[in-house]
């Protein structure tokens, strides 16, 4: 895997799924490019689209959307996500 500073567009997709992997996260059988992670406080999809890895964070109040461009670095996008919504 690349170093974390590296940015998600420099990352195979096999990478990139071993990244999500690590973090918890489980790929849904439907669609794989659809992920799912779950923590304590709340749950995340996580979308593997062309342009960007998208996120919809579910906590118990309305879902809320994020989307990070492949070219923002690994570290930075894995900080943001641990955070939640």
Not at 30 to 44: F, G, I, K, L, N
Request: net charge negative; charged share 25%; with cysteine.
């Amino acid at each position: 895997m690349p170093p974390a500073e590296t940015p998600l567009n420099q990352h195979s997709l096999q990478a990139l799924e071993h990244w999500l992997e690590q973090l918890g996260a489980r790929r849904l059988e439907d669609d794989p490019c659809c992920w799912s992670w779950q923590e304590t406080r709340w749950t995340a999809e996580i979308r593997l689209l062309q342009t960007d890895l998208a996120v919809i964070w579910s906590p118990k109040e309305a879902p809320r959307p994020c989307v990070f461009p492949y070219g923002l670095s690994r570290a930075d996008v894995e900080a943001a996500l641990r955070l939640g919504p």
